[in-house]
């Protein structure tokens, strides 16, 4: 990245162009040393709201017509412009989040690693999912007609940014870059807790754009209130699709704005989860309760994928893992939390723990206003499914471990829990327990999009075969993924052409096209 592409001016980018936000103004916020940093951020109005959404639907002719392959280069332009700019990327983020430089690093390679990872989607030509019925004009006792399917792309898209995830949930995320391979313009709000990241990464799309000559509507960015900008962008008759992450309460707002509307639209909102572990008794030592406090603490706990919840058995093993858990939390020294709002956050949800759980470890708070000490709570099974509020997420380090006596119940407590992103069960596969996780599996596939048996939640492989996704209220959506190449799939949509003349059919549906099918339902390559 340039000395130029370096600095950050505070601009909003729209229809390809950098102008200043006239909404009042606002700056990053440092969480390690509790103070603000410049620049000052303009923020967006209505107006610029309206202006995005008529460029993303200007560029949207043109951006769909692209061949797979152009778009797939453009993905790659923007996955090598990220690893070129990792250094001030980085740089910046570590100012704006208070996360560890590691962490950040490894985030921008998994951003750019997504981008090329759809990149690849495009090039095998498996996105636009082809089947062709051909046909059958002697078939009795009616014939049947040439009817051959691809999926299209939606239009354009609003993708709302993570606090937590600077890079890989945000500007440049999985869900621009799904929206992008499948030929949809993105129009990203971005999110206040790093303003600064946000444009530094736009200014590395928009730089793709430009090497590409897409039009500017393709990738915009916009700073601005969620309630005012974010409402209007998802209301406008243009955007025909949202991804969001963030609290429940946001994205149930965006899914309620979405459905009002004359044409209701899909809202893809990962919400809230606390990713309850099941500790069987074979699996229960005091190795595990170390390894669960470390996957706990992880990034302050900030991760959608934190185990907030833990059932251990109250028996000698039992009893070993809590230990170790209880001597790992009181070790463990708290770690700079996003924002002032999500730390306060943090300590409303303890404080409610503790009016209805016994409080049984707290660590050591750390250096700064917002890095709270990690806590420890514990409750038994009957009282954890007569209060349906320990069930409630608290985002950071904190867990609940429930303490039950009988295995045999666990099937029937998964049952009753909300849905979840993931569920980890920890047995010993030759005990004897080994069929009680069997039939617990069954449950948890009715209620988490990812069931873990063995390690932690808070790694999600970015891969083909991966699901980070849930039922309600994990995801508005619990059909679809927002990891993964299957992400692509958000943003499409089947279209049938029957009895097309060849030369009006799409060059993908045409016979002798080259790309992966089913011919009467049998796969062809």
Known sequence: MSAAQTVITGELLIDGAWRAGTAGA???????????????????????????????????????????????????????????????????????????????????????????????????????????????????????????????????????????FPFAFSNGGGDTAAALAAGCP?????????????????????????????????????????????????????????????????????????????EPIPVYAEMSSINPVFVLPSAADGTLGEGFVGSLTLGAGQF????????????????????????????????????RGIHDAFQSGCQRLATVATEIARGTRGPGPCAPAPRLFEAHLEQFLARPELSEEVFGAAALLVRYDDAERLPEVASRLEGQLTATIHVDP??????????????????????????WPTGVEVGHAMVHGGPFPSTSDGRSTSVGSLAIERFLRPVAYQSFPAALLPRSLRDGTALPRLVDGQPLV
Do not use: W
């Not at 959608?304 to 020294?333: M, Q, S």
């Not at 039939?439 to 069931?451: D, F, H, K, M, S």
């Open 26 to 164: 606002m700056r990053a916020f440092d969480p390690v040393r509790g103070e603000e940093v410049g620049p000052a951020f303009g923020m967006a109005t209505i107006d610029d709201a309206r202006d995005a959404a008529r460029a993303a639907a200007a560029a949207f002719p043109a951006f769909r017509a692209l061949e797979p392959a152009a778009r797939a280069a453009f993905l790659r332009s923007i996955a090598d412009g990220l690893d070129e700019a990792r250094d001030a990327l980085v740089e910046r983020a570590l100012v704006e989040t208070g996360l560890p430089e590691a962490r950040l690093v490894g985030e921008v390679a998994r951003t750019s690693g997504q981008m090329r990872l759809f990149a690849d989607v495009l090039d095998r030509g498996t996105a636009e999912g082809i089947r062709i019925d051909p046909a059958l004009p002697d078939r009795a006792p009616a014939p049947r007609l040439d009817i051959r399917q691809r999926k299209v792309p939606l239009g354009p898209v609003v993708v709302f940014g993570a606090s937590n």
């Open 186 to 262: 993105v129009i990203v709000k971005a999110h206040q807790a790093h303003p600064g990241v946000a444009e530094l990464v736009s200014r590395v799309i928009e730089r793709a754009m430009r090497e590409h000559g897409l039009p500017g509507g393709v990738y915009q960015s916009l700073l601005g209130s969620g309630r005012d900008v974010g409402t209007a962008l998802v209301k406008d008759a243009r955007v025909k699709a949202v991804g969001f992450t963030g609290s429940r309460s946001g994205g149930l707002a965006l899914v309620r704005a979405a459905q009002d509307r004359p």
């Open 430 to 455: 030759e005990a004897e327990d080994a069929a009680v996780a069997a039939r617990l599996a069954t449950e948890l596939e009715l209620r988490v999009g990812r069931i873990l048996v063995g390690g």
């Open 304 to 339: 959608c994928t934190n185990p907030g919840l833990v059932f251990v058995p109250r028996d000698p093993a039992g009893d070993a893992f809590v230990d170790a858990a209880v001597a790992a939390v009181r070790r463990a020294v708290g770690q700079p939390m996003l924002t």
